[in-house]
């Protein structure tokens, strides 16, 4: 079985895309490519076959952690927030939840885990636009999500309560979370003047960077 021959529903999101104006179009159109590697990574693949071991799943699990808490650290840390207060980001941070289901596969709790995050790669966010084109990647990863949780509901039996927490994204709330991201992005990106050519560039980054992460092995 081949990811191509995954029934996988786009309806949703693609009328969610057309609610998003021109920068998130841009994006997903000049990143179909990256996002098409993604899904092509012996992991992914293996995922959506039915045929990765539940230590190939945690492997998987630690894989994302090792980038995405580095990368929500930088994102925490940037001055972009001091501009945008009106916008939680902290709401939407994804590294207490790929923690939360690490410790329930190895029985333990959060705090007591030991995880030694390999040394990856990580973009450059070094100017508002990098940030929200890094950022683009790790929140549109939440509609890709309902997919796969199906597919881990389905395998093991995994739940958005039990072990799948980071792939369960934002539950029912995944469209209307991902509208209130573009909208931000749209506005922030108009009313500061970003380069959106910047942002690509660090969103295609990231791509790139997770590539190397979920390749790795
Ligand atoms: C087996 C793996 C994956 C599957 C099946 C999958 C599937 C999907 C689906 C169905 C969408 C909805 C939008 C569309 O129809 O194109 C989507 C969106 C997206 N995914 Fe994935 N995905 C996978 C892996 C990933 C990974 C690993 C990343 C990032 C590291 C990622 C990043 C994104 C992004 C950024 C979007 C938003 C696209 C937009 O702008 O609308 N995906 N994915």
Redesign the pocket.
Same mark, same amino acid.
């Given at each position: 079985m081949t990811?191509s021959d995954?029934p996988?529903? *786009?309806s949703d999101? #693609?009328s969610? $895309?057309k609610t998003?104006a021109d920068v998130?179009v841009m994006? *997903?159109k000049d990143? #179909?490519d990256a996002?098409q590697s993604? +899904?092509d990574?012996p992991v992914? *693949?293996s995922?959506?076959a039915g045929t990765l071991s539940r230590s190939g799943y945690m492997a998987l699990l630690e894989d994302i952690y090792s980038l995405a808490s580095p990368l929500e650290a930088a994102a925490m840390a940037h001055p972009l927030w001091t501009r945008a207060t009106n916008f939680d980001f902290r709401r939407r941070l994804k590294s207490q939840r790929l923690l939360q289901d690490i410790a329930f596969l190895q029985g333990a709790s959060p705090e007591d885990l030991e995880i030694v995050p390999r040394t990856v790669r990580l973009p450059n966010v070094g100017s508002d636009a990098r940030l929200l084109g890094a950022l683009?990647?790790? +929140?549109? $990863?939440s509609?890709?999500? *309902?997919?796969?949780l199906k597919q881990l509901t389905d395998l093991y039996g995994y739940t958005a309560e039990a072990a799948a927490c980071f792939y369960a994204g934002y539950g029912h709330d995944t469209g209307q979370r991902?509208r209130e991201w573009c909208a931000f992005v749209e506005d922030y990106s108009r009313d500061r003047k970003l380069d959106t050519q910047e942002m690509l560039s660090a $969103?295609l980054e990231? !791509?790139g960077c !997770?590539g190397e992460v979920?390749g790795h092995g």
């Open positions: 990811t995954v996988v529903d *786009r999101e #693609a969610t $895309a998003c998130m994006l *997903r990143t #179909a996002h993604m +899904e990574t992914m *693949r995922l959506l683009y990647v790790i +929140e549109g $990863a509609l890709g999500g *309902r997919v796969i991902w $969103a990231t !791509f !997770f979920l």
